[in-house]
């Protein structure tokens, strides 16, 4: 691209994926609420086509579950969804520790240790995005260390599932430090090129997340921004 081309604008489809997928995450739409089609493109002052594509995304995302002549609304929270990831986490990121401890280079730990350290004190201020954002980027980051690209597309198809449970632990059971503590640990394990140890740390964190959500689970709410938001024990 020359200097003088200006910087492409962001598709429209794209942009409205990105503004319904956040508002889902954050629990501004509320898990089982219906999709109100207009409403987001009036909010949103994007044409009904980019909306209704971004909408099938979404669904595709299992973000929103559409039934013919039902309509469309927020997937719910699901307790039976919730152990269904705890187990897929396990299996793909253990094996992305051990992998990990084996193959990271003294760069990639230099660079995610910075990012934690930069992020740490707003983390451990509170701050619930900050912390969601750095889940994500610190488990994507591990699978990346791996050098297996099929390792990193399946720990980015589980970034999109966790997000909202990683958002309603960020917000609703607080402690954020912890999480900041757990994400040096594991890189220290893997620093020390210990496989073993790696994956102990990993699956310490896991079962943290796990614990940290137990409680608001076994109530069957879950509830943030002053909203409640059903968690079903039974998925759909």
Known sequence: MSGDEAPRKPRKVDVAHEEIRRRIVALELQPGAPIDERQLIDQLEIGRTPVREAIQRLIHEGMITHTPRRGSWVSPLSFTELQNIIEARRMVELESARRAA??????????????????????????????????????????????????????????????????????????????????????????????????????????????RLSALVSGNQLTASGKSATITQYGD
């Open 102 to 211: 084996e193959r990271a280079s003294d760069e990639w730990l230099e660079f995610v240790r910075r990012e934690i350290e930069t992020t740490g004190p707003d983390i451990r201020d509170g701050d619930a995005s900050k912390s969601v954002q750095m889940d994500q980027f610190f488990h994507t980051e591990i699978t990346r260390a791996t050098g297996n690209r099929c390792l990193v597309r399946m720990a980015e198809l589980l970034q999109h599932e966790l997000m909202r449970y990683w958002f309603v632990s960020a917000l609703k059971v607080g402690e954020l430090s912890i999480v900041v503590w757990h994400h040096l640990t594991i890189l220290d394990a893997i620093a020390t090129r210990d496989p073993d140890q790696a994956e102990q740390a990993m699956d310490e964190h896991i079962t943290l997340f796990r614990e």
